[in-house]
């Protein structure tokens, strides 16, 4: 019984941009510029909002899942990059929880999650997150990040969830920025806009 | 490009159910009635966490698309029944977006949303939610709603979403009451425990 059947989904610029990629990922910074090239590539494809995130091993940086943006493409709001990353992650560890993994897992994301995914990180067991644009670069980009809390991050930590925010932001802003004055859609329910 | 492949896998007693309803349940009480079935009948079979949701058209009560909790079956943390109704009615109508819909939808869910439905009842395009049983409750049986904004019904009605709670809160508490007694599994990721 399959809820989320992401694997194999991916578009082909993003699976072929993958199949690139070492199996593992020593530094940080490399691991977000990888994943802001994700929401790059669904972006000027066409395939998805401008938006990639990854599930690492963090000690390792080996990569276990990737996502980007399917709303548009699977006529799904709950497909998120991240939730595409996490469900994929899940899928393939055959577990609800990732904090049961015998080594820290963190979703890397090119922009800080939306309030969805925000519940949602806390309930997939990761134990670290990554973020590049801010709420605010995705706002000024026509996104809508919805009612999160405004202390989300202590959130997390409080829950055991470490957070590190603002990282290549710069490199992560301009795929969004990018993505905006092209004229890429904006997928916000109607009822909101 | 199907991101939630939802249809068809609903539990067998579920769908037993399902096929025995009408096509339109004209009552709310009556709708909300089928919902708290769904989440007994998955609670007791051992299906799922004891959840239930379902989406219909507010003035006809014509049933869209049905859910239960999936968590621990479907190896999906993002897999609450809401999750799953909404992703239904979505690929039903094949929309992102169930604002589009010519008449105003509805999902009917047996526990008020976590902190993670919360956000995507709002990125569905839905226009109406009615709850059953209380945060509270969920929280006395064992499970973990998230860090939901205290004020999460105003930011609901702010966006245009009408919230009706606590409708047949005797019913749908008494589900998650029963399967916390008789020992159901509390699924939460085993970071938070």
């Not at 919805?146 to 470490?162: F, M, T, V, Y």
Request: with cysteine.
């Amino acid at each position: 019984m399959i809820f989320c059947n992401t694997i194999g989904i991916l578009p082909r610029p993003v699976r072929t941009f993958l199949e690139t990629l070492p199996e593992c990922i020593a530094e940080e910074r490399q691991r977000m510029l990888a994943v802001v090239e994700l929401s790059r590539l669904n972006a000027v494809h066409r395939t998805g909002g401008p938006f990639g995130a990854a599930v690492f091993e963090s000690a390792t940086g080996r990569l276990i899942a990737a996502g980007v943006n399917l709303v548009v493409e699977s006529r799904c709001s709950h497909a998120h990059a991240e939730m595409v990353a996490l469900a994929a992650a899940e899928q393939r560890f055959e577990t609800f929880d990732l904090g049961k993994h015998h080594t820290t897992l963190e979703l890397v994301t090119s922009t800080e999650p939306c309030a969805m995914c925000f519940g949602a990180i806390i309930w997939s067991g990761i134990r670290r997150i990554v973020t590049g644009a801010t709420g605010s670069d995705a706002e000024e980009a026509g996104f809508d990040e919805g009612p999160k809390p405004a202390d989300w991050k202590a959130c997390l930590e409080h829950r055991g969830i470490s957070v590190m925010t603002e990282h290549c932001r710069t490199e992560a802003r301009e795929v969004l920025m990018s993505y905006r004055d092209t004229g890429g859609i904006i997928y916000n329910p109607q009822r909101t806009m």
